[in-house]
């Protein structure tokens, strides 16, 4: 079916033809298919996108998610523009994900008629500054500088226990594994290389404000870093050793500064629950005055 999908659907980008037939998007003869599978002659096939025009069917979008997109711009040029995601708002879509980034940019293009388009991720579960762009040169080019390391992130969190030293570096191999049906990311020998610069902002036992630094972009990074090399998990993480993650249920983990070539050094603000719960209201008073090294 994939490969028929790529011949009629030539002119869209492969990953949205992977995209629909994930959201549940793509039926045969009536029926909805979320995988590949065999195509017999006189059966249909309906694409149900915006970009797959003309098509006898496509989705329509409500105004609102136009409006809620509107509501999470912190900053917006000719080529960009950079959201506030609240944690909860998934950046891509899946069969059981109802709303996400991409339909908030499917209700855009409805609207407008602008192709804007994801360049980076964020995890469901984090909050905070993610970078789209408004045309595919741009996308282009900010691709590209995310791949040179040229886009400085950083991030805040709430970790169960501290690091000790409270400043330093980690430097550990990430590689995904899949155990018992659920993929995780592990530190091995023989994973991508990935690098974390960290900092303790503030502490207040059992728990700490960190400001963290990722030098290299990989699925988890964060978490996995600090869950395992510095011995504190971060706050709700359900996936990584949160040992009270059932009282705990949200993550504590937002992409707080972004600092790239022709754009400003740009500051999410905090949810706020990110210092939701008594222990944690001291850390609330932590003034922040770091900022991303260049």
Not at 6 to 19: A, E, G, N, T
Not at 216 to 231: D, K, M, N, S, Y
């Amino acid at each position: 079916m994939q490969r028929w999908l790529r011949r009629r659907f030539s002119f869209l980008p492969y990953s949205v033809v992977q995209k629909c037939l994930r959201q549940g998007r793509l039926s045969l003869d009536g029926q909805i298919v979320h995988e590949n599978i065999v195509l017999h002659a006189g059966q249909t096939v309906i694409l149900r996108d915006q970009r797959a025009f003309p098509c006898s069917f496509s989705l329509t979008f409500s105004s609102k998610d136009e409006d809620l997109l509107r509501s999470l711009i912190l900053y917006e040029d000719s080529r960009c523009c950079v959201l506030n995601k609240p944690a909860g708002l998934a950046v891509q879509g899946g069969s059981k994900i109802h709303r996400s980034v991409d339909t908030l940019l499917e209700a855009h293009f409805c609207a407008t008629g602008d192709r804007w388009c994801l360049v980076h991720r964020l995890d469901r579960e984090t909050s905070g500054l993610l970078l789209l762009a408004k045309d595919r040169p741009s996308a282009a080019y900010w691709t590209r500088l995310f791949r040179e390391q040229k886009m400085q992130k950083a991030y805040l969190a709430i970790t169960m226990g501290f690091p000790s030293p409270e400043i330093g570096q980690v430097i550990a191999p990430l590689k995904k594994k899949r155990s018992g049906g659920e993929e995780r990311v592990v530190v091995d020998p023989e994973g991508l290389h990935a690098e974390t610069a960290y900092r303790v902002c503030q502490k207040c036992p059992p728990h700490a404000l960190l400001f963290l630094q990722p030098k290299t972009g990989r699925t988890h990074q964060l978490r996995v870093h600090c869950a395992t090399i510095l011995g504190c998990p971060i706050m709700g993480d359900k996936k990584y050793g949160d040992p009270q993650r059932d009282k705990n249920p949200s993550l504590r983990l937002h992409a707080y500064q972004l600092r790239a070539p022709d754009l400003p050094l740009l500051t999410a603000p905090l949810p706020e629950t990110f210092f939701e719960g008594t222990l944690l209201q001291n850390l609330n008073n932590a003034l922040f005055s770091f900022s991303v090294n260049v």
